[in-house]
């Protein structure tokens, strides 16, 4: 590799890892879904300052051609970044489906204690006492400090 590329490339590097750990320090990105960046960034100025390196890597792997193991290593970073926002995905698609249930809920207990005439609760919704201390709204604690939920 010339010269004037390797330092091309670790300059462009560099200002990439620069950016994002500016979007880390101003909370516009997480770092847990920074980290795969940043270890690509420190991967490719290593292997921009020694390119040596992706020969041994290529050869050691089986790979005839040090750009092949270039491609494959894209290729499985690829499939990482592609994993792990997935993973987010799922998760929060899972958060929103719980909130939203509980948002109907409360709207539903909501609807039924102004119709009753219940009295103001913590969060905000009417709820009834029970002869026993517990409300019936969602959100709302009993006297052993638990959560109740309609139906409970």
């Known amino acids: ?52 390196l992706t020969s041994y890597l290529a050869g050691l792997m089986g790979i005839y051609t040090p750009i092949n193991m ?3 290593a894209g290729f499985c970073f690829s499939l990482a970044i592609i994993f792990s926002l997935t993973v987010a995905i799922s998760r929060l698609s899972q958060r ?13 207990a909501d609807k039924v204690n102004s119709t009753e ?11 009834n006492s029970t002869e026993d201390g517990k409300e019936d709204a969602v959100g709302q604690r009993n006297q052993e400090g638990k959560t109740l ?3 409970e």
């Open 96 to 108: 929103v489906k719980k909130l939203s249930q509980e948002i109907a809920l409360l709207k539903g």
């Open 1 to 52: 590799m010339n010269i004037r590329i390797q330092i091309i490339v670790v300059a462009a590097a560099v200002a990439s890892l620069a950016a994002l750990v500016n979007l880390i320090r101003k909370n516009k990105l997480l770092l847990k879904y920074a980290l795969l960046w940043l270890a690509l960034g420190i991967g490719v100025c290593i292997f921009a300052c020694f390119p040596s």
């Open 117 to 127: 005439g219940g009295r103001e609760g913590a969060l905000g919704c009417k709820a």
């Open 149 to 151: 939920v309609e139906g």
């Open 70 to 72: 270039l491609f494959f």
